[in-house]
């Protein structure tokens, strides 16, 4: 255990105080602080000093974050708790409900709702009134929510980037209920059946010669089912961390499924080098898989290289895991900066190499979307579907989706849209 020589802490410690109440804020939000990490932070800020801003974030950064995912979520608090002077008022107004159609709806941005939870815990403290004004009386509104939509079809319609931190255990506890099932593809080797149109002769000439040569009855044929691979390609990027995060809690899942039907699920992340989670997520425990998985990806919340990662998987995975009819799904934003006309060959590849090729991306969850980034136009005409990942409904409809081989999701829309 390491030895810490005493601070000499003034009288008034504020910024001490200050530094505890931010790693318990932190705490709250998901972050391993613990108490030696707090006396790190204090005794790094007393050597680095309090004079420069990016000096103080940047101590505190490296004395309290250790995974990548953790970072926008520290972000967030400290601008709030140390940055914005008003964030008392900011976060009283991400946390208390309002009246849709009365006020207009401002979505909080990454991590934000998470943060301000956080710090505010649970109590929620009273707006100070201004000095001068006189509370005046208002007309109270009292909306009886009885019989309102319920907290878990809510949770399934709500962004993963939206969600709280409570809301984001709940909505793991969901994804963890759901499936993915698929209906089996007949193959060329057959079984005993009862009935069916194919005679089976071999059956039917033993049974005979069993019986002098007399065939008294015809025995019958059926193809043998069989279930495909699940194979999933699952951007990790710094636009997709959090929505690659909830999809991955879904695919453990999946994986560990009895009973699902399908023979195989193999995972794989990317953001600028492509890595196989395929292991990790045969874990019980989706806890420790996905840190295993976090472990294993070093790109995590880095760039994006779509275009280099899929000619990896093309070239070194292709062929051992796309046989047997494959489904593959790909969670991407599509935001690629190389180059699109090698973005579209890859994808090609990969399209005829699978049975179906399913894309999900959560910018679909805007109403005004538009097929205008290049990357986005060079992957459109090689899916078989189009669809929106950024909640739970669309995860289920996902599921209703996989074995319907007519489903487009959104595809056939946007591609009007571009080609006109």
Request: aromatic content about 6%; charged content about 25%; hydrophobic content about 40%.
């Amino acid at each position: 255990m390491p030895e810490y020589v005493p601070i000499e802490i003034p009288e008034h410690p504020r910024l001490a105080q200050n530094i505890v109440h931010f790693a318990r804020a932190l705490r709250r939000a998901g972050l391993p602080v613990g108490p030696g990490r707090v006396i790190d932070a204090i005794r790094a800020v007393e050597a680095a000093g309090f004079t420069d801003r990016m000096d103080f974030y940047w101590t505190l950064h490296a004395c309290f974050v250790s995974r990548p995912e953790h970072r926008v979520v520290f972000a967030q608090i400290f601008r709030l708790y140390w940055r914005d002077p008003r964030y008392l008022e900011h976060m009283m107004s991400m946390m208390l409900p309002a009246v849709r159609g009365v006020q207009e709806e401002k979505l909080a941005q990454a991590a934000e709702k998470r943060a301000a939870q956080a710090l505010l815990g649970d109590s929620m403290p009273e707006m100070p009134q201004p000095e001068g004004e006189q509370e005046e009386e208002a007309t109270k509104i009292e909306i009886d929510s009885s019989f309102t939509i319920s907290t878990e079809e809510r949770l399934k319609s709500l962004d993963f980037e939206q969600m709280s931190t409570e809301e984001i255990a709940q909505a793991k506890r969901m994804l963890a209920r759901l499936t993915l099932p698929v209906k089996p593809i007949p193959s060329r080797r057959g079984m005993a059946a009862a009935t069916g149109r194919q005679i089976d002769r071999n059956r039917t000439l033993r049974a005979a010669m069993r019986r002098g040569g007399e065939i008294r009855t015809l025995h019958h044929r059926a193809p043998r089912p069989r279930w495909p691979n699940l194979v999933v390609l699952c951007d990790i990027s710094g636009s997709m961390s959090q929505y690659s995060r909830m999809v991955l809690h879904f695919l453990h899942a999946v994986a560990n499924e009895k009973g699902a039907g399908w023979a195989k699920v193999h995972a794989f992340t990317f953001g600028t080098r492509l890595t196989n989670i395929t292991r990790h997520l045969a874990q019980r425990d989706v806890d420790a898989a996905l840190r295993a998985a976090g472990a294993e990806a070093q790109d995590w919340e880095g760039g994006t290289r779509i275009g280099a990662c899929l000619h990896d998987f093309n070239r070194d995975w292709s062929r051992r895991v796309l046989g047997q009819g494959a489904v593959v799904l790909l969670i991407t934003d599509g935001l690629d900066r190389d180059d699109a006309q090698a973005l579209a060959r890859e994808l090609e590849r990969l399209h005829l190499s699978a049975r179906r090729l399913i894309w999900l991306n959560p910018l679909l969850r805007w109403d005004g979307f538009a097929p205008k980034a290049a990357g986005i136009r060079a992957m459109l005409p090689h899916v078989d579907s189009f669809r929106a990942g950024h909640s739970i409904a669309s995860l289920e409809d996902l599921a209703e989706a996989i074995s319907r081989p007519d489903d487009a999701g959104e595809k056939d829309r946007l591609m009007r849209a571009l080609e006109g």
